[in-house]
């Protein structure tokens, strides 16, 4: 059967859109009209992935409050003769399941996809970062193709890549190409926000990932880095080191990756979604314009 599993993992700290992310998820931050991570859930669900494990923290119910079906606010919109809103929560209806489990200590991405283990055991899986939506106005269909890839040709991951300005490498891991970089290439290795001279690429890791349950032991023998957090970048380089083949997939040109977890990247992705409203877009345009 195909991947039809993804473990979305929202516990980090935000502690960058602090005070912001003080008492709410940065997950659950508007980006248009909708929360990020309402984006994350309706894209995945695109690519024929219909079962979402969410690792969640301190502080993050808001995530389950949201996706849980409201049948008295779908009752009160019918009464009170609201029922065009009623569309605004069809992502509500979509056949989608939800588990959740907890990270108990935010220990990095790396130890908060490992949490999964129990729920996920040998099958394979998508990772989708709960802070990054994919696509323009989010229409991605990245992770079916990095499914497709990962089954055809039997590797042990897909990853995701952008490319960045030369000056951005510094913020995220870096692929070290095996060959000739096409929109699908084999990756060498993987360097973690490498200084701008020592960057092998500018193909930098796009928040969606394609594993099989090997990653797990990976994961298990992973030392914390820096701030003792356990990288999931470090899990694929030694699965790459033992062997294993990992594929990248570069993102369409078409396509772009919105990391909300800082306020810079934040401002521009709402900015973005806010501008390409089909309602509520040219007004704010004008309103935009007479600012600037
Ligand atoms: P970040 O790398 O942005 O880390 O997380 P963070 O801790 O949330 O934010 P800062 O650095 O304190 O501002 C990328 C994704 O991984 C999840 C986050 O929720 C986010 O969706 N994550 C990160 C975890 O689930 N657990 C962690 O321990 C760290």
Known sequence: MSIDLAVVPVAGRGTRLL????SQ???MLAVGRSPVVQYVAEELHRSDIHRLIFVTGPGKAAIENHFDT???L??????????????????EREDLEFFYTRQRQQLGLGHAVLCAKPLVGDQNFVVALGDSILGVSAQSQ???????????QGVEAVIAFEEVDPEEVVHYGIAKPKGDVDAV???ADLVEKPSVDEAPSQLAVAARYVFSSKIFNCLERTQPGKNNEIQL????RMLIQDGGRVL?????ETERRYDIGSYERYFEAFAEFALADPDYGPAFRAAIEKLL
Not at 19 to 22: A, E, G, S
Not at 233 to 236: K, P, R, V
Request: glycine letters at 4%; a negative charge.
């Open 19 to 22: 005070p912001l992310t003080k």
């Open 25 to 27: 998820p940065k997950e």
């Open 70 to 72: 409201d049948n008295e």
């Open 74 to 91: 779908i009752q009160h919109l019918r009464e009170t003769g609201k029922e065009e809103i009623l569309q605004d929560l069809s992502f």
């Open 142 to 152: 990245v992770v079916r193709t990095m499914v497709e890839q990962f089954e055809q």
């Open 185 to 187: 290439f084999e990756l």
């Open 233 to 236: 970048t470090d899990a694929i």
């Open 248 to 252: 990248g997939v570069r993102l369409p």
